[in-house]
């Protein structure tokens, strides 16, 4: 009785994690053998734990383990609010950084989860403690045969998702796994998830043939494509570059309440040198580290570990490296500790310098960031400088109105989540009116390159397949295109583009397109991310 009452609790536990997931809206979410397939996941998982509380003797230490596996259950349902994904195992440290994100962690939990943890804290301490059970007719190793089942009933399922064999889906014991990874912890389940973290946490290999082939014909590539720049071309004398947190296209075009939600972005993009409201993000699991990733180095997140904790340390050909070369002091404006995803090490490893971030302040909003990227710029102003800000304001969760909110949204043409993002989005736009206005009074705008693009798209009420993302180049450093295009364009464009306005010779120009070089060539997605694996998996650019 005991055994079958601990199994059910952690089942139900289980069933509570994967809730929050399974209402967001995924349609095929509600397809029968994607049900079948998760309860085969939630008794895999339950089973395993029972078996590992039923091994042990000692109560309190029965006790400690449910409480371990309550902690990472809520962990990764908290978590998944936030960034739409389960915590991968290797960044479980990242949770502490909850408070440095633009919202408070209270925001995201719920009064049903305190219900849901006393519930599961209370039944498993009456079972261990309270409850006995003199005719003990299962014992522990019983658990062996929902493991075996369960296990087996995971391959088959996903061997119907996929519409292969069960052989082939179970030629590895750790399955088709993604870089979402709550799809993998939904299909396979969290030991499985756990595995897989484990299996790929070590990605370095040594360089092959077929690598140095690979590189050496893209770089063959670059060449034919090549532009000669005049030696003695002028430079911007400030590269600015806003990472604008989750701004979506629409956004820059909506009107709510009667009134444009973004007026100077949309002011910006109107006016603008060169501007594109077509561009479709191509990130990760990582989604924002991973978009700064992209921008910073012209190469796509790995295909399927978290880069910034798989990678951290690799050398790169990044922005920073790159401006130094030319002679600029650079910098990046962050809104979070800098530790928070390796932010610190990944500045180093993308050529950054200096890491100014206004957490330490006691403060995370756009309001401040923009005080310190200004602060910033004036410390700058007798040598060139590039300088990365990273906004925050818009990052989700949109589960109540902004604190901060310039205008309080009641349109009825649009959801409740759009009209908290807008909040969000409005205040945001305010505040890089301020920096454009001190650009202005400074004397820093006239030859200025000011490059304005959103990490990704949004996730909370976007369809990731249609929804496009800005990429808005302006200042007064005059470009020698000028257009707003409406051809699709990609991330991975952005990096070759800036070396080509930057008037920069060297080989490796990332897997884009220069899209003001029209003998420049774009590579297809699968040839992007294999040069991408090959230049994170063999940190092809160490000395």
């Known amino acids: 009785m005991k055994l079958l009452l601990t199994l059910l609790v952690n089942c139900l536990l289980l069933l509570y994690t994967h809730y929050d997931y399974i209402v967001m809206g995924d349609g095929e979410l509600k397809e029968f053998i994607y049900i079948l397939c998760n309860l085969f996941t939630i008794g895999f998982d339950a ?58 962690i209270w925001a995201l939990i719920r009064l049903r989860d305190f219900v849901v943890s006393a ?24 658990m062996f045969v929902p493991i075996v089942l369960s296990f ?37 389940g969290f030991f499985h998830f756990i595995y897989s973290n484990l299996y790929t946490l070590n990605m370095h290999r040594d360089k092959t043939d077929a690598d140095a082939q690979a590189m050496q014909s893209l770089e063959k590539q670059r060449k034919s494509e090549a532009v000669k720049y005049a030696a003695d071309a002028p430079l911007p004398d400030n590269v600015i570059f806003v990472l604008m947190e989750s701004i979506m296209s629409e956004a820059v075009t909506a009107v709510c309440d009667g009134d444009s939600v973004m007026p100077n972005l949309a002011r910006l ?31 796509l997140q790995h295909s399927i570990k978290l880069t910034v904790n798989a990678f951290t340390y690799n050398s790169f050909r990044g922005m920073g490296s790159v401006c ?49 990227t200004i602060h910033v710029l004036n410390s700058y102003k007798n040598k060139r400088s590039f300088i990365t800000t990273i906004t925050i304001s ?61 990490d990704h798209h949004d996730g909370d009420w976007t369809d ?21 295009d409406k051809t699709q364009i990609y991330q991975t464009d952005v990096y070759p583009t800036l070396l080509g306005l930057l008037r920069v010779n060297q080989s490796w120009r990332g897997v884009g397109k220069d899209l003001f070089n029209p003998k420049s060539h774009r590579l297809s997605p699968k040839e992007k991310q ?14």
Request: aromatic share 16%.
């Open 47 to 104: 089973s395993i734990v029972t078996l590992i509380v039923y091994t042990v003797k000692n109560k309190h230490v029965k006790m400690a383990i449910s409480s371990v596996f309550w902690l990472w259950c809520m962990v990764n349902v908290v978590y998944l609010r936030h960034f739409n994904t389960y915590v991968d195992v290797t960044m479980i440290g990242e949770v502490r950084n909850f408070d440095m994100l633009g919202e408070s």
């Open 119 to 142: 519930a599961y804290l209370g039944a498993f301490y009456w079972v261990i403690y309270r409850l006995t059970d003199k005719k003990e007719w299962m014992k522990w190793y019983w």
């Open 152 to 188: 087996l009933g995971i391959y088959y399922a996903n061997s119907r998702i996929q519409s292969s064999s069960f052989f082939k889906t179970f030629s590895w014991w750790g399955g088709d796994f993604t870089s979402n990874t709550y799809v993998t912890a939904y299909r396979y």
């Open 269 to 299: 993009a109107n006016e603008a040198q060169y501007s594109n409201l077509n561009m479709a993000s191509e990130v990760g699991i990582g989604w924002s580290s991973d978009g700064q990733l992209i921008y910073m180095t012209g190469i």
């Open 324 to 372: 130094k070369e030319l002679g600029y002091a650079t910098a990046m404006v962050i809104p979070t500790g800098k530790h928070v995803w390796h932010q610190n090490d990944m500045c180093q490893a993308y050529g950054i310098d200096s890491l100014y971030n206004t957490v330490k302040h006691g403060q995370d909003y756009d309001e401040a960031l923009i005080d310190s």
């Open 394 to 454: 818009t990052h989700t969760p949109y589960s109540h109105h902004f604190s901060k909110r310039l205008r309080d949204y009641q349109d009825k043409h649009f959801v409740e989540q759009q009209l908290l993002y807008f909040e969000r989005a409005n205040y945001f736009d305010f505040h890089l009116g301020r920096l454009i206005d001190a650009l202005h009074k400074n004397g820093q705008w006239d030859n200025s390159l000011i490059i304005l693009a959103s």
């Open 464 to 484: 990731r397949a249609h929804a496009r993302i800005p990429l808005i180049i302006t200042g007064g450093y005059k470009l020698s295109v000028q257009k707003h």
């Open 530 to 543: 294999r040069i991408s694996d090959i230049v994170l998996e063999t940190d092809w650019f160490k000395k």
